[in-house]
């Protein structure tokens, strides 16, 4: 099954937030996952320790440059949806990630700097499509945004759209839910119910269903 | 249990695809990479010297004067003693015409 990569060189973007949401779940529609934790800091080891690992999810940490084509290879089969969370740097580890994907997320927040940085991802993957001589999918999605959109928010969208990138609907809200993901591990529904729980499931139920739509059309291929 | 959710993520469609690379390829990946400033950042873990080039040998049985001022000469430069037969090899070429 398909292989989804996470990569952006700016940090605190949202990469591992996005990796972790889309993971737990494609795992609770009775998907199997392994996530790739690829990032020396080890974001997703440490969520996967702090609690329960949600049925159907492995966690496999430590892959560097010299492991990650093999590992997503040896994992990349039938029933089983891989994960690839990469440090924000610019690195030879993101670029052989990327040579591997089905699809490529670059999780950004609203701000031009984060755009910007962004855009080195989008090139990375032009560029890695012409050597490979394949089609690698690659979608944007907004992460951290406000329920009304600001208008520096409009302006990147319609600027990245304008540059014929692919921008996910809906965007990846900033919710409390989504931060404590981290500080509890576990998924979103081992959360106790109330406050604003219910629209933080339905946020990531939306992502993770625009994520399967860009891996099942038929110009995926 | 609890209500379905409104949205419903159906996982059916998923299926693997190739994405099988010639080793040619592998390397002409990091090469463009490079380029967009994607470089290696992993701490080097090879240990040890770096291998040498000079992989001919000389058998040279020399006098005694002759091998400790060559082996003195070669460790306050820093060099290997192979460099200084190189280098006095070529001199003894010029000197000759060769
Ligand atoms: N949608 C969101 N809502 C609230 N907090 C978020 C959201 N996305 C990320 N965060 C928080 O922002 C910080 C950086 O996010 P993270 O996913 O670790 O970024 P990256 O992996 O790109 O460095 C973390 O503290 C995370 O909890
Ligand atoms: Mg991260």
Known sequence: ?221 | MSEPPPYQIDIRGLRKRPKELAPETESRIDEAAEELGFVEREPRKRRGRPKSPRTGQVHARVLPGFSEEIAAEARRRGVQQGVLIEEAWNLYKEDRGM
């Open chain 1, 1 to 221: 099954m398909p292989v989804v990569t996470v990569a952006s060189p700016k940090g605190g973007a949202g990469k591992s937030t996005a990796a972790v949401l889309l993971g737990t779940e494609l795992a609770r529609a009775g998907a199997s996952v392994v996530l790739l934790d690829c990032d020396p800091n080890r974001s997703l080891s440490i969520w996967a320790e702090r609690g329960q690992v949600p049925d159907r999810i492995r966690v496999l940490a430590d892959i560097g440059e010299g492991e990650i084509i093999r590992t997503v290879k040896e994992h990349d089969r039938d029933g089983t949806v891989v994960i690839v969370d990469l440090e924000g740097v610019a690195s030879r580890l993101v670029s052989r990630a990327i040579s591997q994907a089905d699809l490529v997320l670059t999780p950004m927040r609203a701000t031009s700097l984060d755009a910007n940085v962004g855009a080195r991802a989008v090139r990375l993957v032009a560029e890695e499509e012409e050597v490979i001589g394949r089609k690698i999918r690659h979608a944007v999605v907004f992460t951290m945004t406000r329920a009304i959109r600001s208008r520096a928010h409009k302006g990147i969208e319609q600027s990245l759209r304008g540059q014929g990138l692919d921008v996910m609907e809906p965007p990846l809200m900033e919710r409390i839910a989504f931060a404590d993901l981290f500080e509890r591990g576990g998924d979103l529904h081992d959360m106790p119910e109330g406050g604003t729980i219910a629209n933080a499931r339905d946020n990531a139920a939306a992502f993770a269903q625009a994520v399967i739509e860009r891996l099942t059309s038929e110009d995926a291929t």
